[in-house]
């Protein structure tokens, strides 16, 4: 295979990597495994740009992306535009899809795995036409992320202690909001504190993200009105890992999640793969099963999914 693989250098682990290094050691490993594959290193501020420009052409069979969440959101959203296959070097703070895909968290041992791996179909949401890999939330995250945002950290220690601050913020002052749904046809009217719809269901990790993404669904959950404790209590069911013990929570799956926020009078957010986003007063949310190809390790190809072909 002909493969391109664009790093951003200012993506978490790799902003203290020798990138020089890595580039040498992803490029042998690659040539090994009988691929050809060339390296860009971009900064942060240019890599939605690297990434399209990537995913556009031609001459190539599948594209590499390293970085944080943000990153490779980004990159599945226009490898799953072009229809070109995806690699991911998870090099950022959670590396959910990563995690999903079962792909090693250390970025040497990944490109190393990557380079060995198969080629898979995974399922891909969309938020309103965006795409996403993790997850659309709004309500609790939202606000979290937004606390989080107004504060300065230059490490993943520090973005571990933001998120914290951020967690206990949002305790003190949940929020508390109407939405209408519609799930595959099911409807309801609810006031909620939260809202997640995620690329297949939640598995039982304390992160919240799925076992797989070939189940071809959307997980959808609702957190009822919370308090202060009420809040305390979910985070502590979601920290052990118990989330579908949470009495306030209600979790449903289905394929197509509509959403309309009837009191809408100002300016709100929502998340999606952890970026802080504007939402308006009705978003539609889509599974779109098995439509982005991505590189996954043969071990994880033959405990989770059937491979499509070899890399």
């Given at each position: 295979?002909?493969i391109?693989?664009?790093?951003?250098?200012?993506?978490?682990t790799?902003?203290?990597?020798?990138?020089?290094?890595?580039?040498r050691?992803?490029?042998?490993v690659?040539?090994?495994?009988?691929?050809?594959?060339?390296?860009?290193?971009?900064?942060?501020?240019?890599?939605?740009?690297?990434?399209?420009?990537?995913?556009?052409?031609?001459?190539?069979?599948?594209?590499?992306?390293?970085?944080?969440?943000?990153?490779?959101?980004?990159?599945?959203?226009?490898?799953?535009?072009?229809?070109?296959?995806?690699?991911?070097?998870?090099?950022?703070?959670?590396?959910?899809?990563?995690?999903?895909?079962?792909?090693?968290?250390?970025?040497?041992?990944?490109?190393?795995?990557?380079?060995?791996?198969?080629?898979?179909?995974?399922?891909?949401?969309?938020?309103?036409?965006?795409?996403?890999?993790?997850?659309?939330?709004?309500?609790?995250?939202?606000?979290?992320?937004?606390?989080?945002?107004?504060?300065?950290?230059?490490?993943?220690?520090?973005?571990?202690?933001?998120?914290?601050?951020?967690?206990?913020?949002?305790?003190?002052?949940?929020?508390?909001?109407?939405?209408?749904?519609?799930?595959?046809?099911?409807?309801?009217?609810?006031?909620?504190?939260?809202?997640?719809v995620?690329?297949?269901?939640?598995g039982?990790?304390?992160?919240l993200?799925?076992?797989?993404?070939?189940?071809?669904?959307?997980?959808?959950?609702?957190?009822?009105?919370?308090?202060?404790?009420?809040v305390?209590?979910?985070?502590?069911?979601?920290?052990?890992?118990?989330?579908?013990?949470?009495?306030?929570?209600?979790?449903?799956?289905?394929?197509?999640?509509?959403?309309?926020?009837?009191?809408?009078?100002?300016?709100?957010n929502?998340?999606i793969?952890?970026e802080?986003?504007?939402?308006?007063?009705?978003?539609?949310?889509?599974?779109?099963?098995?439509?982005?190809?991505?590189i996954?390790?043969?071990?994880?190809?033959?405990?989770?999914?059937?491979p499509?072909?070899?890399?």
């Amino acid at each position: 295979m002909r493969i391109q693989a664009i790093f951003n250098k200012d993506g978490g682990t790799f902003r203290t990597t020798d990138m020089e290094a890595y580039v040498r050691h992803a490029e042998t490993v690659f040539a090994a495994a009988g691929h050809h594959l060339d390296c860009d290193v971009v900064e942060g501020a240019d890599i939605e740009m690297a990434l399209r420009r990537c995913a556009g052409r031609t001459d190539l069979d599948a594209m590499l992306a390293g970085g944080g969440d943000g990153t490779i959101s980004a990159a599945a959203g226009f490898a799953w535009e072009s229809g070109i296959c995806l690699g991911v070097v998870p090099a950022g703070t959670m590396n959910l899809f990563a995690r999903s895909l079962r792909i090693p968290l250390n970025i040497w041992q990944a490109v190393d795995a990557l380079a060995d791996g198969t080629v898979t179909d995974a399922d891909i949401g969309s938020a309103n036409g965006r795409a996403f890999v993790h997850q659309f939330s709004a309500g609790l995250h939202a606000r979290m992320v937004r606390l989080r945002n107004a504060m300065t950290y230059r490490s993943r220690p520090g973005k571990i202690i933001a998120n914290v601050r951020a967690a206990i913020g949002v305790m003190l002052d949940p929020p508390q909001f109407e939405v209408e749904f519609d799930v595959d046809g099911l409807r309801e009217h609810r006031t909620v504190s939260a809202i997640n719809v995620s690329n297949n269901r939640f598995g039982n990790d304390s992160l919240l993200y799925a076992d797989a993404v070939t189940g071809g669904h959307l997980g959808f959950y609702v957190a009822q009105p919370l308090t202060t404790s009420g809040v305390a209590r979910l985070a502590y069911d979601i920290l052990r890992g118990r989330l579908r013990e949470n009495t306030a929570v209600t979790e449903m799956t289905g394929s197509a999640v509509d959403l309309h926020f009837p009191r809408i009078d100002r300016a709100v957010n929502c998340v999606i793969d952890g970026e802080l986003l504007p939402m308006g007063r009705d978003v539609s949310l889509r599974l779109h099963a098995g439509e982005l190809k991505v590189i996954v390790p043969r071990v994880a190809a033959q405990s989770t999914i059937k491979p499509q072909a070899a890399a």
